[in-house]
């Protein structure tokens, strides 16, 4: 399954579901995700709570991963925007960008 057929599919479910979500709402749900992440990442940096080995560390960062990618999802859905293709295009400058692509553009050496 590509990340549209996700993007769609996700979509779908949640209709099917009755769940509604507002743009903001989903915004939030990404900073929430994004607290996770952060919060897995300190405890495994404080060697306390459940990220204390690298296992449950793992599975939490990806979990906080993967939750905001759905928001993100969602949130393009919204738009009318198709994530997979804002990601490939975003990549692609940042790769230019890295490579002095964004230097270029700016004009400096």
Not at 32 to 59: F, T
Not at 93 to 107: E, F, W
Request: charged share 25%.
């Amino acid at each position: 399954m590509t990340l549209t057929e996700l993007q769609f599919a996700i979509k779908k479910n949640m209709e099917e579901n009755g769940i509604k979500q507002t743009p903001v709402l989903m915004a939030l749900g990404v900073c929430e995700e994004a607290g996770e992440m952060c919060h897995a990442i300190l405890k495994h940096e404080q060697r306390i709570g459940i990220c204390r080995d690298e296992i449950s560390y793992r599975q939490k960062l990806m979990d906080a991963i993967g939750d905001t990618a759905i928001y993100l999802m969602q949130l393009c859905h919204e738009m009318g925007w198709d994530f997979e293709t804002i990601i490939q295009d975003v990549g692609i400058m940042v790769l230019a960008r890295n490579a002095g692509g964004y230097k270029k553009i700016r004009g400096e050496k």
